[in-house]
């Protein structure tokens, strides 16, 4: 039997010496890359001081190696968790000298955008605001007599309908279009009245392409004396001028048990500006609006003197408008809340 090379006492000391050095050195490194190299050079698996000392328990007496090994084990651990702490503490040093480095990348980010249907609801109170119109609300759960009977509807109209109106009780349905507020607007002020009224609306419809149970309307309202169609002709058509950019109307006739006589409005097609294409069925015209002298019976349920005054009404709804202005296939794609669509149309 060989004499062992190493005695316990040697092997102690080496193990002293080691974590008296490798202590102070990782204190002193200030930076992460330093302590990289301290780590390498005391602790590292292929050829650091850990390395050789661990070596060395080989040569140690049978008989004292389970201390050794036991120390060896304690001192490890202790240089070890004074390395990590170290690490700890430089991390905020070394993001700082990041965010002082001008060519990092940036990191992504996410600002918001107005919906492309907000955008063109606010578009339309700023032009028709121009025009002395101020903005008006009214209630999305609404009495029947509202929704219908003070608006003309005669008391058999299948808009009434169950299939077609979403009633949360007998008397009360969730309104189908934002007319009714032009009679609580009436009933709460005086003529001479201009409104634009934005407001969501119901109606039991299939979610499809062009349909969407839920969606928003923007009403227009005005009465005074004298008001007459031409007021009602030149104020949109100098909405679709200014909304849409220079462009072409045209009025057709139409019906609706409030308006009397009633005219839907078409803008040329911003997409093929009038020659067909898929966007406007090939018909080169997009419709935009409903429209028509208020009916008389309609002021009087407000209680104004229709001997006096007149006035003229319409309703659009800014989905269509913004499928219209962009040339988007699917209503739907504007419910999705998708980014990635939406996105491209953020201001
Ligand atoms: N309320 C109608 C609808 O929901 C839209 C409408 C048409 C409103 C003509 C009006 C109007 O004020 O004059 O379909």
């Known amino acids: 039997m060989t004499d062992p ?47 050789d000392l661990s070596a060395k328990l080989g040569q140690l007496p049978k008989a004292d190696r389970a201390a ?20 700890v503490a430089l991390a905020p040093v070394r993001d700082a000298g990041a965010l002082a480095d001008p060519t990092m990348p940036a990191r992504e980010t996410w600002p918001g955008g107005v919906h492309p249907v907000t955008q063109v609801i606010d578009e339309m109170i700023e032009i028709f605001r121009e025009l002395g119109f ?16 003070s608006l003309n509807f005669p008391a058999d109209h299948p808009a009434m309908d169950l299939h077609d109106t979403l009633y949360l009780s007998d008397d009360l349905v969730l309104r189908t279009h934002t007319s009714p507020v032009q009679v609580r607007t009436l009933q709460a002020y005086p003529p001479p009245i ?33 008001i007459s169609f031409a007021d009602l002709k030149a104020t949109l058509t100098h909405f679709a001028n200014r909304f849409f950019g220079a462009t072409k109307t045209r009025f057709r006739p139409s019906y609706f048990p409030f ?27 997009i419709e935009i609006l409903g429209s028509g002298l208020v009916h008389p019976a309609v002021l ?29 296939p699917d209503i739907r794609l504007l419910y999705d809340s998708d980014v990635r669509f939406l996105g491209q149309f953020a201001k």
């Open 5 to 51: 090379a190493l005695t316990l006492n040697e092997f102690t000391a080496a193990l002293g010496s080691f974590e008296a050095e490798a202590g102070p050195a990782v204190a002193a490194a200030t930076e992460a890359d330093a302590l990289e190299a301290v780590r390498a050079k005391y602790l590292g698996r292929a050829h650091g001081w850990l390395k």
């Open 68 to 87: 050794a090994g036991a120390a060896f084990n304690e001192v490890r651990l202790r240089v070890e968790a004074t390395l990590d702490a170290r690490r």
């Open 134 to 149: 101020t903005v008006a609300l009214g209630p999305e759960a609404e009495s029947p007599w509202y929704n219908f009977g």
């Open 194 to 226: 201009r409104v634009l009224i934005p407001g969501n609306v119901h109606r039991r419809d299939p979610f499809d392409a062009s349909h969407a149970p839920t969606f928003a309307q923007v009403e227009g309202l005005v009465v005074d004396e004298g």
């Open 259 to 285: 308006t009397e006589p009633s005219a839907e409005m078409d803008v040329l097609c911003g997409v093929c500006r009038g020659s067909g294409c898929g966007v406007c069925k090939q018909s080169g015209w």
């Open 300 to 328: 009087e349920s407000a209680g104004v003197d229709s001997e006096k005054y007149t006035g003229w009404a319409f309703g659009m709804g800014p989905a269509r408008t913004a499928l219209a202005r962009h040339g988007i």
